[in-house]
Nanobody, 129 residues
């Protein structure tokens, strides 16, 4: 079992930056592909960014490409999301997730939320215009 806890959310003006952090406990994060998702009020949870188990392969939603960066430190059991040039439409609750992948599946990032097995409770990001 993996427990995930997000932090770093808050209120920021458009054009600003935030760094979200996800800390895992229970298992070594280095065995799991990780992902960040977000959910705005009245909308479905959507993919933001994903990382393979090593961090060597990443995947981004088109809406955040070039502005957000996913990174991980497996020694510290953390996965971060650096968010730059934030826009009001980035306002949402942000969740980190881990996929219990084995073999070759652990070496690619995953963009489908249904593929993930463990989820954090989320952290609110609000971008004002």
């Amino acid at each position: 079992q993996v427990q995930l806890v997000e932090s770093g959310g808050g209120l920021v003006q458009a054009g600003g930056s935030l760094r979200l952090s996800c800390v895992a406990s229970g298992r070594t994060l280095g065995n799991y592909p990780m992902g960040w998702f977000r959910q705005a009020p009245g909308k479905e949870r959507e993919f933001v960014a994903g990382s393979s188990r090593s961090g060597g392969h990443t995947l981004y939603a088109e809406s955040v490409k070039g502005r957000f960066t996913i990174s991980r430190d497996n020694a510290k059991n953390t996965a971060d999301l650096q968010m730059n040039s934030l826009k009001p439409e980035d306002t949402a609750v942000y969740y980190c997730a881990a996929k219990a992948a084995t073999g070759i599946q652990a070496y690619i990032p995953w963009g489908n939320r249904l593929e993930y097995d463990y989820w954090g409770q989320g952290t609110q990001v609000t971008v004002s215009s």
